[in-house]
């Protein structure tokens, strides 16, 4: 190896192509291959999300309606029959809580959860939540077990 033959590594060199807005000589002078006016043309110019060159954009094009309370509370539901399916797999045992339902991948961390009352339940479980409904509590409180409101 000597000074004639020295090449850059592979790929660390990227070929920059040719430099905009440089003068008139280097063939890509005065607009910088941008056109002739209009918003493309300027500085800063940046294309809005949804923006349909002055066109009345589809999201306020579609009517609106109805009404969206922003204190409404989202409930991740399980059912009884789930419940059922996790004791006969032995990965709970004799109570449920939040921590036993998000270990198993039934909920999220920092959901609230509603149980349900499909499906039958067979084992004795001390269970705590945010809600149930009135035939999960009954169903639950029939096998001998405990249904906890949080």
Known sequence: MDLS??????????NQGKRLGRGQGSGKGGTAARGHKGAKSRSGYSKK??????????????????FTNINRKEYQGIN????????????????????????????GKNELVKIMGRGELKAKLKVSAHKFTASAKAAIEAVGGEAVTL
């Open 5 to 14: 033959n020295l090449k850059p590594a592979e790929g660390s060199v990227k």
């Open 80 to 107: 009884l029959d789930t419940l059922q399916l996790l004791v006969d797999d032995k990965k709970i045992k004799e109570t449920v809580d939040l921590d036993t339902l998000f270990i198993n991948g039934l909920t």
């Open 49 to 66: 999300i949804g923006f349909e060159g002055g066109q009345m954009p589809l999201q306020r094009r579609v009517p609106k309606f109805g």
